[in-house]
C-alpha cells in the first residue's frame, strides 16, 4: 500500500496512543511535555520509547498499514505530525473516560487489552466487511445501496479494540445470516455502541490538529443528532467573480486569453454554534488529463477555525444527496454540468495537446507546474464553473427552508452524521 501522508500519520497516531496506554496518564503528561515543548526532537522521542514501540509491533497490539520504521522516518521528517500525534495521544489518555466511564482504566499505567489498529484485516478489515453486508442489505429495502464509501458510515482512521470486540465482530461477519446481507445498519450500529459503552471499541477519526485539540462523540444520540441538523442551517454564498476569459481553438491550435476572476463556490452555513462552509469545486486533472465527469465535483465542509476538513462527497453522491430533498433543482444542477463537462474536456485536451500543457505539467519547473494548473482552471471556469456556480448562487442566495433542508442533506452525509451512520469519535481542533 502507498505511503500517503495519512496512512503514515494515522499509522503513527496509533502507535502514539499505545505509548501513551502503556506510560497512563500521569506519567504521559510528565514525559510528553519536553516533546511538546520543542525541549527534545522527535528522534529522541523514538530512541526513548524505542523498547515500547517495538512492543507494540512485535504483539502485534500496533498494527499499520506501514512498517515501524517507515513511520519513524515520516515522523521525525515532518514536525506538525508529530506534535499533532503528541497531542492528541496524550489528550485521549487524558480524557477517554468522557467516552464512557468504563474506559478510565485505561488511563493506568501497564493497562494494554486494548489494540490500536490502523488499516489492519483483524479489526479495520472486518468492519469493512460487516460494512458491505450492511450495505448491500440496504439496498433490499430502498433499491439501491445507502452509502457510497465506507467513510460516510464511519470514518474511523484507526480502532482501539480489545480481544473481546475483535472477537465478537469476527463471529459476526461470518455468520449465515450476515453472509445472506441480513444484517442492518441499525444493529450493525447498535453493537458497535455498546462496545464502545464497555470499553472495548474506540473508533476514531483523527485530524492534524495545530490548535487546541477536542473529541467529539458522533452518532452516540439520535436525538442530539436530530437536534444539530435542525440547528443547521445555509446563510447564503460567498461573493464570487466569474471566471473572466476566452480561449481559441483551430487545427493543432490552441490559444488562451488572460483570465481572472475565481473558480469555486462556497455555501455558507452555521451548524449549532460553529460557522462553516460547503466548498463546491472542480477537479479538472488527474495525472495531467481530464478528470472523467463522474469523478471531478467535490463537495468539502470545512469549519472556521478548524485545521482540517470536516469530510467531502464527490458526483454522483453529491446530486443523488440534493435529489432527495429537491428533485427539480438537483435535476437542473446534473443538467448543467453533465451538458457542459465535454467543453470543458475538448478544450482542456486541446490546451494539453496544442497549447503547451503537457510540457508545463511535466515540467521539473514550479512555475510552468502552476501555470499549467492555473490555465486549467481557468479552462474549467469558462467551459463549466460559470454556468454551474450561477445556478447554485440563484438557489441559495437567499436561502429558505427548501435550501436550508439541502444544505442540512449535504452536511449530514458528508459530515457521516445520517441515520445509518456508526458511532465513533472524532479528535480535531
Known amino acids: 500500500m502507498a505511503k500517503t501522508e495519512a496512512d503514515l500519520g494515522e499509522g503513527a497516531q496509533a502507535l ?6 502503556v506510560l497512563g496518564s500521569e506519567k504521559t503528561n510528565q514525559e510528553f511535555e519536553q516533546y511538546l515543548n520543542k525541549v527534545k526532537s522527535a528522534t529522541e522521542f523514538f530512541n526513548t520509547y524505542e523498547k515500547i514501540i517495538n512492543r ?7 498494527k499499520t498499514t506501514n512498517s515501524k520504521e517507515s513511520i519513524i522516518k515520516y515522523i521525525e521528517e515532518n514536525s506538525d505530525w508529530f506534535l499533532s500525534s503528541l497531542t492528541t ?5 487524558n480524557e477517554i473516560d468522557d467516552i464512557s466511564s468504563n474506559f478510565s482504566s485505561v488511563k493506568q499505567p501497564g493497562w494494554q487489552d486494548l489494540f490500536y489498529r490502523h488499516g489492519d484485516n483483524e479489526v479495520m478489515g472486518v468492519m469493512k466487511k460487516l460494512f458491505e453486508t450492511a450495505n448491500a442489505q440496504s439496498a433490499k429495502q430502498n433499491g439501491e445501496k445507502f452509502f457510497n464509501d465506507v467513510n460516510k458510515w464511519s470514518p474511523a ?3 482501539f479494540a480489545s480481544d473481546k470486540a475483535r472477537t465478537f465482530f469476527n463471529k459476526l461477519s461470518i455468520d449465515k445470516e450476515t453472509k445472506n446481507n441480513n444484517l442492518t445498519f441499525a444493529v450493525l450500529n447498535q453493537h458497535i455502541g455498546d462496545m464502545i459503552e464497555s470499553a472495548d471499541l474506540l473508533p476514531l477519526s483523527l485530524k492534524k490538529v495545530v490548535n487546541n485539540i477536542m473529541i467529539k462523540k458522533v452518532n452516540f444520540s439520535r436525538d442530539d443528532e436530530e437536534k444539530l441538523l435542525a440547528d443547521t442551517v445555509c446563510t447564503g454564498v460567498q461573493k464570487w467573480e466569474p471566471k473572466k476569459g476566452s480561449f481559441k481553438i483551430s487545427k493543432n491550435n490552441f490559444q ?12 455558507t452555513l452555521n451548524s449549532g454554534n460553529t460557522k462553516g462552509k460547503i466548498q463546491i469545486r472542480h477537479l479538472p486533472t488527474s495525472k495531467g488529463k481530464p478528470q472523467k465527469v463522474g469523478s471531478s465535483l467535490a463537495a468539502g465542509l470545512n469549519y472556521t477555525g478548524a485545521s482540517a476538513a470536516g469530510g467531502k462527497i464527490t458526483t454522483k453522491t453529491f446530486f443523488e444527496v440534493v435529489r432527495q430533498v429537491d428533485p427539480k433543482f438537483a435535476s437542473r444542477l446534473k443538467d448543467t454540468w453533465y451538458k457542459s463537462y465535454p467543453k470543458f474536456t475538448e478544450a482542456a485536451n486541446q490546451y494539453i495537446e496544442y497549447g503547451g500543457g503537457n510540457e508545463r505539467y511535466k515540467s521539473s519547473d514550479k512555475m510552468l507546474k502552476d501555470q499549467f494548473n492555473n490555465d486549467i482552471g481557468a ?11 450561477k445556478l447554485i448562487d440563484d ?8 435550501q436550508h ?3 442540512r442533506a449535504i452536511f449530514a452525509y458528508t459530515a457521516s452524521r445520517t441515520i445509518n451512520s456508526s458511532p465513533f469519535v472524532i479528535s480535531k481542533d
Request: net charge positive; proline share 2%; aromatic share 14%.
Open 157 to 159: 482512521d484507526i480502532y
Open 395 to 402: 438557489y441559495f442566495k437567499n436561502p429558505k427552508e427548501k
Open 379 to 389: 479552462i474549467s471556469g469558462i467551459t463549466l464553473m460559470n454556468d454551474v456556480r
Open 89 to 93: 495521544a496524550q489528550y485521549i489518555i
Open 16 to 21: 502514539f496512543c499505545f505509548v501513551a496506554d
Open 405 to 407: 433542508n439541502v444544505v
Open 256 to 267: 488562451l486569453s488572460k483570465y481572472s476572476g475565481g473558480r469555486d463556490i462556497n455555501l
Open 56 to 62: 507494540g509491533f512485535s504483539s502485534n497490539a500496533v
